[in-house]
């Protein structure tokens, strides 16, 4: 990618974070990321920011507001709603997966325990800032 991508991650576990921050350097992404650690700072965030990231990714399982209810903001917001959003969840549930991608997510995805598998994510997450179709993807 020419340009720094900007990513808005909404993820509570710092662990979470530094992997996806370590995966996007192990594959030369030029990237520059916003951590929110809860779901009820999103809906300020996004009033305040000047502005808007190439991609959100987010989990499902947030403090204060869950992530379903950050997508159907996200997701109805005529301002925000063509920012591609990519659900990073540790739940492997269809029907967790079925809603996030009906309520607009482009990818639903479940966390990697793996390097290569991040390394997938990441690739996912960079294809769908591009405006790439990634919907219903899935990974194992």
Do not use: W
């Amino acid at each position: 990618m020419e340009k720094t991508l900007r990513i808005l991650l909404i993820e509570d576990d710092a662990d979470d974070v530094e992997l996806l921050q370590d995966s996007l350097e192990n594959n030369n992404i030029d990237y520059r990321m916003d951590v929110l650690s809860d779901g009820g700072a999103v809906s300020g965030y996004l009033k305040t920011m000047t502005e808007f990231p190439d991609i959100i990714v987010m989990d499902l399982n947030l403090p204060k507001v869950h992530g379903k209810e950050i997508l159907k903001e996200i997701k109805s917001s005529m301002l925000y709603n063509q920012i591609p959003v990519v659900v990073l969840t540790t739940s492997s549930s269809a029907e967790d997966k079925n809603q996030s991608l009906s309520l607009g997510a482009s990818a639903c995805l479940i966390k990697p325990t793996t390097t290569k598998g991040l390394s997938e994510i990441v690739a996912v997450i960079v294809d769908a800032a591009k405006g790439g179709s990634t919907q219903g993807q899935s990974n194992h």
